[in-house]
Nanobody, 119 residues
Framework: VPLQACGGGSVQPGGSLTLSCAAS????????MGWHRQAPGKQRELVAA????????TYADSVKGRFTISSDSAKNTVYLQMNSLKSEDTAVYYC?????????????WGQGTLVTVSS
């Protein structure tokens, strides 16, 4: 399942960016869509995720109040609105989609998009 992530780039501290990730060729029931990130020298971490069947979302403590995740189930697209960006938000951001057919689960990742926050 190709996941096309876009929207990364360079921004000054305090700025905003919106990431989007569109999945094509979905044949399974999408259950969860999310964003992770990996900064240089660090492990990949969950940034935000949303359960597609309801309004449940979760955020890393470091981004609460600044980032907002949303999704469009009709388009199989997930967004990440990032406000008040800080230098520590600099990382490669990966979208992730999890779904299932019956009891068989599927897990796909996008190719990553770089976000650089620097003055």
């Amino acid at each position: 399942v190709p996941l096309q992530a876009c929207g990364g780039g360079s921004v000054q501290p305090g700025g905003s960016l919106t990431l989007s990730c569109a999945a094509s060729g979905i044949w399974f029931t999408v259950a969860l869509m999310g964003w992770h990130r990996q900064a240089p020298g660090k492990q990949r971490e969950l940034v935000a995720a949303t359960v597609t069947s309801g309004d449940t979302t979760t955020y890393a403590d470091s981004v609460k109040g600044r980032f907002t995740i949303s999704s469009d189930s009709a388009k199989n697209t997930v967004y990440l609105q990032m406000n008040s960006l800080k230098s520590e938000d600099t990382a490669v951001y990966y979208c992730n989609i999890k779904g299932h057919v019956g009891t068989v689960w599927y897990d796909y990742w996008g190719q990553g998009t770089l976000v650089t926050v620097s003055s």
